[in-house]
């Protein structure tokens, strides 16, 4: 069965953004260096793209996921990637305004407004393969509905000092995590996988 799984590039001090996050600046000031680990350069102008090494094996992992869900910031921050995020997997967009939103969605769109029900609906859709989460909001509500299966995050080693932080205003209850793995890529970046203890 599928996995729901967030995938997030974090520094050390916690943050996912840097300040003054809009559409036109989608990771904040200084918030793209979470990112240089998947930079590559092509005509001088830096471009996402498959990195060699360990790198390279945690982009091949998140590449093979089989659904997306995300939140209503993530897809405003990134136009709802058009429609597809990577090789035409189906999309789940929670939102409040779900049933005037799927009027005019594009065909491997949907749109609900339970975190738990766009999980359980992209799981099936996912088959065998996981399903990639985004989002700061949709990742707070996922856990709180016990629906995020297993955390992997990319440790970059840089304090950002403000932004936006992934665990900000989670409830007071404790959320238990079992380390699965830890390994070292390029570029200083550490891979941390955990699953979550329901």
Do not use: C
Not at 2 to 14: E, F, I
């Amino acid at each position: 069965m599928a996995k729901s799984v967030l995938y997030m590039s974090m520094s050390l001090d916690g943050f996912i953004a840097g300040p003054n996050e809009r559409i036109d600046n989608g990771l904040g000031d200084g918030g793209m260096r979470l990112h240089h680990w998947l930079m590559g350069s092509k005509a001088g102008e830096p471009v996402v793209q498959r990195p060699s090494g360990v790198n390279g094996e945690v982009w091949d992992a998140f590449m093979t996921t089989g659904a997306v869900v995300t939140g209503h910031g993530t897809r405003t921050l990134t136009d709802g990637w058009g429609g597809d995020h990577h090789d035409g997997v189906p999309l789940f967009f929670v939102d409040r305004d779900a049933a005037r939103l799927q009027q005019d969605a594009p065909p491997r769109v949907t749109y609900l407004e339970d975190v738990a029900e766009a999980m359980d609906r992209a799981r099936a859709a996912a088959g065998d393969r996981d399903v990639l989460v985004h989002g700061v909001g949709l990742t707070r509500h996922a856990l709180a509905a016990g629906a995020l299966d297993e955390l992997h995050l990319h440790l970059i080693p840089v304090l950002l000092g403000q932004g936006r932080r992934l665990f900000e205003n989670l409830p007071p209850d404790h959320v238990e995590l079992e380390r699965l793995s830890t390994v070292e890529g390029e570029d200083g970046v550490t891979h941390l996988r955990y699953r979550v203890v329901v």
